[in-house]
Nanobody, 116 residues
């Protein structure tokens, strides 16, 4: 059973930074894509950023230039560096992993709150 464990969420002021981590229980190279999604209260879950095993990245327009997704294969961990955070970034952030077969796994989520 694959497990994804997120960490790094918290409360930060507008303009601040956070780095989210997602550790996988297996080899991260076994996944075709890794990604981060978020869900704000009373809103649908939305894509934030994805990265393929080949290193190609994709970002939501709302986070381009502020967020960076990366992978550390040696640590089986995917990161989301979030800079210049805004109140509208407040949400529960979920780690996602997909295999070529399209089997999908989700983490339990980590809360990010941007508020003064």
């Amino acid at each position: 059973q694959v497990q994804l464990v997120e960490s790094g969420g918290g409360l930060v002021q507008p303009g601040g930074s956070l780095r989210l981590s997602c550790a996988t229980s297996g080899s991260i190279s076994s996944f075709y894509t890794m990604g981060w999604y978020r869900q704000a209260p009373e809103k649908q879950r939305e894509l934030v950023a994805t990265i393929t095993s080949g290193g190609s990245t994709n970002y939501a327009d709302s986070v381009k230039g502020r967020f960076t997704i990366s992978i550390d294969n040696a640590k089986n961990t995917v990161y989301l560096q979030m800079n210049n955070l805004k109140p509208e970034d407040t949400a529960v952030y979920y780690c996602n992993a997909k295999r070529l077969s399209m089997t999908t796994y989700w983490g339990q989520g980590t809360q990010v709150t941007v508020s003064s």
